[in-house]
């Protein structure tokens, strides 16, 4: 399909016709100014995608309490509190509000050819409408396998509508805290028995991939 069948300007395309614009128009350079640019944690099988830590809705207010996973965040230290990382955090978060958001998204992850893609390796899906984006960005890129940590409760209204392509783990808020029954699928943190295999692997998924098959209900992180 031609562009030129299309008398319109660039970014009006992307405002009337944001999830189909990425076929039709999108480029990878557009993409990337777009979204800001993905992010590849080096133990991940595939790409992903950080926001600001500092901006999580209840992810801040659990970094200020003891005993919490929150309260010595990964993400609130080391690289993460760059300069540099910090301005792109910001800048991904500013464009979770642009029209052409979801089109780049899937422009960007279908491009990478990975079969795994991991939502927030820092921060957190900010409302209602991001989680719909998120939503829609899966539904767009069926081959991908998607995994979405949260620690927002509110979430699980949510979770029957979600692509079958897309796990969301609800991250237990406290160290040591059992998983919850009535959530599909769960994260945790304990001081002892750690069914994630990453420490004794160099710090590297390998070839596990439990956090994205939800048929395992709960993976429990050793506390860091």
Not at 31 to 60: D, N
Not at 175 to 194: L, R
Request: aromatic share 10%; net charge positive.
């Amino acid at each position: 399909m031609s562009r030129k069948k299309f008398n319109l300007d660039e970014n009006i395309f992307l405002v009337l016709f944001p999830t189909i614009s990425y076929i039709v128009i999108m480029k990878t350079n557009q993409a990337l100014k777009i979204v800001g640019g993905l992010s590849r944690p080096s133990k991940m099988p595939g790409w992903a995608y950080g926001l600001p830590a500092k901006e999580c809705k209840t992810g801040s207010k659990l970094a200020q309490q003891e005993n919490t996973v929150c309260s010595d965040c990964y993400a609130l230290k080391g690289c993460y509190v760059f300069a540099v990382v910090q301005a792109a955090q910001y800048r991904r978060l500013e464009s979770t509000k642009n029209p052409g958001w979801v089109s780049a998204m899937v422009h960007l992850i279908n491009s990478k050819k990975s079969k795994f893609f991991r939502w927030h390796d820092s921060g957190d899906v900010q409302d209602l409408e991001h989680l719909k984006k998120i939503f829609e960005v899966c539904e767009l890129t069926p081959g991908v396998k998607h995994w979405m940590p949260t620690r927002e409760a509110w979430t699980k209204a949510h979770v029957a509508e979600a692509p079958r392509n897309l796990v969301i783990r609800f991250s237990m808020p406290m160290i040591d805290q059992k998983a919850g029954g009535s959530w599909p699928n769960t994260s945790t943190v304990v001081t002892e028995g750690a069914t994630c295999p990453a420490p004794k692997q160099e710090n590297a998924c390998g070839d596990c991939r439990a956090c994205w098959d939800p048929k395992v209900k709960n993976v429990a992180y050793g506390q860091h």
